[in-house]
C-alpha cells in the first residue's frame, strides 16, 4: 500500500508571513503550485496560502447589511466576517490572508486516507510532518501521478 513518503513531493517551497503578495503570486506561477507552506524563522510550519487566497483579493467586496436604530448600527451580519474579508481584500503580505489551522499528514499515512482527507475537506494539498518537522508535501496531482505509476 501507497504512502505519502511514496508520492510526496520533497522540495518544498515555503515562504514566511512577510513574504509579499506580489512575490507569492511570482513564487505560484514560476513553480507552477496551487499551495505554498508558510514557515517561520526556524523553518517550522505556521500555515498555508492558497491560490484562492489570492483570487479572493480581486473579488467583488460586500458591503454588510446594516439596520440604524436610534443611535446604533446593527450589523445583519457577522462584523468579524467583514473585517477578516476586508483584511484579506487589502492584504499586503502573507500574513494577511494565511491559513493558521493547518491539517497534516505522516510519512507513513496511506494514500487512500490522504485522497479521502482531500476528498471529505476539500484540500487541496496536505504538509508531510515527521516529527514536527517538514519533509513534504502531498498535492493532489502527486496522488494523480501515483495512479500513473
Known amino acids: 500500500m501507497l504512502a ?6 520533497k522540495e518544498v517551497v515555503t515562504v514566511t508571513k512577510e513574504t509579499t503578495i506580489r512575490e507569492l503570486a511570482e513564487i505560484i506561477t514560476t513553480h507552477r503550485i496551487g ?10 510550519l505556521i500555515g498555508i496560502v492558497t491560490e484562492s487566497d489570492l483570487i479572493e483579493q480581486d473579488k467583488n467586496f460586500h458591503i454588510p447589511t446594516v439596520i440604524s436604530l436610534f443611535d446604533w ?3 445583519l451580519e457577522s462584523e468579524k466576517k ?8 487589502t492584504a499586503a503580505t502573507v ?7 493547518v491539517l497534516t499528514v505522516t510519512p507513513d499515512t496511506p494514500v487512500s486516507e490522504i485522497a479521502d482527507i482531500m476528498s471529505g475537506r476539500k484540500i ?3 504538509p508531510v510532518l515527521e516529527n514536527g518537522k517538514l519533509v513534504g508535501i502531498v498535492s493532489r496531482i502527486d496522488l494523480v501521478r501515483s495512479m500513473v505509476k
Not at 35 to 44: A, C, F, P, R, T
Not at 82 to 89: A, C, G, N, Q, V
Not at 95 to 101: F, K, L
Open 35 to 44: 499551495s505554498v507552506l508558510v514557515v517561520d524563522s526556524e523553518g517550522s
Open 95 to 101: 500574513g494577511d490572508i494565511y491559513t493558521q489551522d
Open 82 to 89: 467583514f473585517e477578516k474579508e476586508l483584511k484579506r481584500m
Open 73 to 75: 448600527v446593527i450589523y
Open 4 to 9: 505519502a513518503r511514496d508520492v510526496m513531493t
Open 124 to 126: 487541496h494539498a496536505l
